[in-house]
């Protein structure tokens, strides 16, 4: 009997789990073991295996637990019962330091698997700081805290096996860290909270074993958190931001990613591990004594946009893609000259900018996806709110602008040409399409309908929108394009379809919006975003699927009158005007994500 491969050429992969972006995307929270007693504001230290948890808030239990995997074991209670301290080390060798019991002390206790002794105090006396959390008892750090009779600290002491010695300060004094990662040679601070006392730090520290250096910000603002790994390789979870939390963020040394969330979301919890083994154990709100496991696949299935598989555990066929509803927009470079009125072409990693206001430019602008670079100017000066589309940043056509002209001039990927002129001098109008197939539609005050095609070598009048329009946005080809809102003596969401031979109006925008940014032509009619707009510099930002529009991840800066480039997956968004002139550049990326294919 025929198999598959024989039948249809080729076999489809079997997996038990869905590819993910890395070992860390694909790793989930489960539950462990509860602990014997319920508490928040514990210290902690120790494995995913071999964890343990000691003391705790209000009413300061000197109650101390390991757990070994699955169950947690009663042992012996500290010297001096306390809460909201820290801790590092092993369970046959820990450490704990600061807490508070009434008031901010600065006992330090050892831990030799059976037995706690007391060893010299801190210099200052805290609560609520963070630590080396993969320290050891002759090496470990205490940062920040609040002291008697308050205040957030700066400070950080170095315990050495026999004292403690005050180190450079942190850059920002804070409190409530949860916890830090690393040793006393290479830690991180991440999180906290400072004054004002309800304002919550997203601020990350590094030390390099001799001072703090303020790197990369976390995704969210949280204190409270739990953390495992060293600080290059470091998974923070729970916390509270200021509303309580079951967010997992993982930092690679570079950039935060956000991962699974905990199941119950919580803060002040114990902690221990690695990022790909952690554990999270007791918090609030409420004491709890639930205990959480992260785990990442120690071998995983690398995640590759196109690629076709079967789900062995969901009995699915399922297609890795990118997911436009899970973009979002970040900051990219920033534009040499700032502008407006202004239009653009091209990828994310190869776009053009040219021409614009305040001073009507003949400025060019190139960005190969980190920085812009100035390029040869365009030929024809004076010109504002000119017609841009193309479908690279080496084959553009920019066309009209006010005074209303006729001209055209193409971009060749390192000057301007002029070519053939358009039969209807037009400015802020739509355009779509390449520099041998393209399409000119509406704009001009007063408003109008005309379109008109371009072959590359002439432009002909075709059938006209069925409303006088301008400040559209547009997307698509020059056989099936987009007219996006606009202006048709009022601010409106109607949009228009062109099939290649008329147009057709179609489902309307959620927002009623002119001047917006759209891919002219690197979007396609099913797969377009429009960004921005007027009145009031929107930030709104909404994607077409060829069926509706559906509001995603808004802008970080309102804009309107700006540029766009790019994809619905991978696109830009520069320049424009949000009371004054901008020269602000936002990269559009939507994950890859998988998905199930289902036939209808």
Same mark, same amino acid.
């Given at each position: 009997m025929a198999d598959y491969k024989g039948i249809k050429g080729f076999k489809v992969q079997s997996l038990s789990t869905d590819p993910a972006a890395s070992q860390m995307a694909g790793g989930a929270w489960a539950s462990g073991g509860n602990m014997n007693t319920a508490r928040a504001g514990m210290a902690s230290f120790g494995t995913q295996t071999a964890a343990l948890g000691a003391g705790g808030a209000d009413p300061y239990p000197g109650a101390v637990e390991t757990y070994d995997g699955s169950t947690w074991t009663e042992r012996t209670d500290l010297n001096n019962p306390r809460g909201w301290f820290a801790g590092a080390g092993t369970t046959s060798a820990g450490i704990v330091a600061a807490g508070y019991d009434g008031s901010r002390e600065g006992y330090t206790e050892t831990w030799d698997g059976s037995a706690w002794t007391e060893v010299a105090d801190q210099n200052t006396? !805290?609560?609520?700081?963070?630590?080396?959390?993969?320290?050891?008892?002759?090496?470990?750090?205490?940062? @920040?805290?609040?002291?008697?009779? @308050?205040?957030?600290?700066?400070?950080?002491?170095?315990?050495?096996?026999?004292?403690?010695?005050?180190?450079?300060?942190?850059?920002t004094a804070r409190t409530v860290f949860g916890g830090g990662a690393g040793t006393t040679s290479a830690a991180l601070a991440a999180g906290g909270n400072y004054n004002p006392p309800s304002a919550v730090a997203d601020v990350a520290e590094d030390w390099n074993g001799t001072s703090w250096t303020t790197g990369t910000a976390m995704s969210t603002s949280r204190m409270n958190t739990g953390n495992a790994g060293p600080s290059t390789l470091a998974l923070y979870f729970g916390g509270a931001a200021p509303t309580v939390s079951a967010l997992t963020e993982y930092w690679n040394g570079s950039s935060w990613t956000e991962l699974n969330d905990l199941s119950t979301a919580r803060d002040a919890l114990g902690y221990g591990g690695s990022s790909t083994a952690a554990i999270g154990f007791g918090g609030t709100p409420g004491a709890t004594n639930a205990t959480e496991e992260w785990s990442a696949p120690?071998?995983?299935?690398? #995640?590759?946009?196109?690629?076709?598989?079967?789900?062995?555990?969901?009995?699915?066929?399922? $297609?890795?893609? #990118?997911?436009?509803?899970?973009?979002?927009?970040?900051?990219? @470079?920033? $534009?040499?000259?700032a502008r407006q009125a202004c239009q653009g072409f091209g990828t994310q990693t190869a776009a053009v900018l040219g021409g614009g206001a305040p001073a009507k430019y003949i400025l060019t602008e190139t960005y190969d996806g980190t920085s812009w670079t100035e390029a040869n100017d365009q030929n024809t000066a004076g010109k504002i709110y000119r017609t841009a589309t193309g479908t690279s940043g080496s084959a553009g056509l920019y066309i009209g602008g006010e005074p209303t002209v006729t001209n055209v001039e193409q971009w060749n990927g390192t000057s301007w040409t002029e070519t053939n002129d358009i039969n209807t001098g037009t400015l802020k109008a739509g355009a779509v399409g390449s520099t041998t197939a393209a399409l000119k539609f509406g704009g001009t005050d007063p408003r109008i309908?005309?379109?008109?095609?371009?072959?590359?070598?002439?432009?002909?009048? !075709?059938?006209d929108l069925n409303e006088n329009t301008r400040e559209m946005g547009s997307a698509g080809s020059q056989a099936a394009a987009l007219a996006i809102g606009g202006n048709t003596g009022s601010?409106?969401?109607?949009?228009?379809?062109?099939?290649?031979?008329?147009?057709?109006?179609?489902?309307?925008?959620?927002?009623?919006?002119?001047?917006?940014?759209?891919?002219?032509g690197t979007m396609t009619s099913t797969a377009a975003l429009f960004a921005g707009g007027n009145p009031g510099y929107k930030t709104n930002t909404e994607y077409w699927n060829g069926?509706?529009?559906?509001? $995603?991840?808004? $802008?970080?800066?309102?804009?309107? !009158?700006?540029?766009?480039? @790019?994809?619905?997956?991978?696109g830009l968004a520069y320049a424009g005007y949000d009371g004054s002139v901008m020269n602000e550049t936002e990269e559009w990326t939507a994950p890859i994500t998988n998905k199930t294919v289902t036939v209808s």
């Open positions: 006396g !805290v609560y609520k700081p963070g630590s080396s959390s993969k320290g050891t008892t002759t090496a470990t750090m205490i940062f @920040g805290g609040e002291a008697d009779p @308050g205040g957030d600290q700066v400070g950080t002491e170095h315990y050495n096996g026999t004292s403690w010695t005050e180190v450079n300060d942190l850059n120690a071998a995983f299935n690398p #995640l590759y946009e196109g690629q076709v598989y079967y789900n062995t555990t969901s009995n699915a066929l399922k $297609l890795t893609t #990118l997911s436009t509803p899970g973009g979002a927009w970040a900051a990219g @470079g920033n $534009l040499n000259t309908a005309n379109t008109e095609s371009y072959d590359g070598s002439s432009w002909t009048e !075709v059938n601010t409106v969401a109607e949009v228009e379809s062109w099939n290649g031979t008329s147009w057709t109006e179609i489902a309307d925008l959620n927002t009623a919006r002119e001047s917006g940014c759209s891919g002219n069926t509706a529009w559906t509001e $995603l991840a808004d $802008l970080a800066n309102g804009t309107a !009158v700006g540029a766009q480039a @790019g994809t619905s997956t991978s």
